[in-house]
């Protein structure tokens, strides 16, 4: 619609949007005006820029304040390879890839795995980006952590994949308490416990809220859990 694209140039141009873009029917791009990235002012003491039509939290409040309590959370556990599963533009990867001995973030989105490689790389960080589908990826082992923060479906088949993997510990972030229940039951059958699990307030005024559930390997858990070897990151 012309009137449509003539309105985000208007807008843009004058100075009350940063940018947009629009996808329309049967197009490979979209038709972007302006800069349509959004930018978190202050995740980890730089901003960090998503990329269009990539994930984010709704505010940046909140986004600071999941990361942080998951690199707290990482922590208790430290060291050895860390893998990220639907890492987006990297509001996670940021703040936890200098924890890792070796870090690796899945992302199935072209444009917001290169965004995460521009978000590392502004930070000095060392860590190596995969585009691929976080479902259907295998976790190497040995992998000390695998923190993943999936869409609302939740993350079926990863999670059958990280009992085959087995990780020292699992980050499971979610926006949906059935799928997380779903995929809980999973890992718990496999012998990971649950301990921590603890709800954020992320979208006032509604009945929505997110979940962070750090669950550890059973064997682990009684030996207090075995340090995997080091493995230096090489740059992407």
């Known amino acids: ?20 873009s629009i996808w329309c029917d049967g197009a490979t791009v979209p038709a972007t005006f302006g800069d349509p990235r959004a930018v978190i002012a202050d995740l980890d003491g730089a901003p960090l820029t ?7 939290q709704a505010s940046d409040r909140g986004a ?10 990482i922590q208790l556990a430290p060291g050895g390879r860390i893998v990220e599963l639907f890492a987006g ?11 890792a001995d070796h870090y690796l973030a899945i992302e199935q989105s072209g444009p917001a795995a290169e965004q995460l490689r521009a978000n590392l790389k502004a930070r000095g960080i ?3 980006v995969q585009v691929g589908d976080a479902n259907q990826f295998v976790v190497p082992r040995p992998t000390a952590t695998v923190v993943l923060d999936p869409p609302r479906a939740g993350a079926r088949e990863a999670v059958q994949r990280l009992v085959t993997a087995r ?12 799928t997380l229940a779903r995929d809980l039951a999973v890992l718990t059958e ?13 979208f006032p005024q509604t009945s929505h809220v997110e979940t962070v559930v750090r669950l550890v390997r059973d064997s682990d858990r009684r030996s207090g859990g ?7 990151p090489t740059p992407d």
């Open 167 to 178: 990780p020292r510990q699992v980050v499971y972030v979610s926006c949906n308490l059935a």
């Open 226 to 232: 075995a340090q995997d070897g080091p493995q230096r």
């Open 64 to 73: 600071v304040q999941l990361a942080m309590r998951l690199r707290e959370l």
């Open 190 to 202: 496999a012998g990971y416990q649950v301990e921590q699990l603890e709800l954020f307030e992320l």
């Open 50 to 56: 998503v990329a269009p039509g990539g994930f984010a």
């Open 89 to 99: 533009s990297g509001t996670l990867s940021v703040v936890l890839a200098p924890l």
């Open 126 to 128: 060392q860590a190596k």
């Open 1 to 20: 619609d012309a009137a449509v694209f003539a309105t985000a140039d208007r807008q843009v141009r004058g100075g009350a949007w940063a940018g947009v």
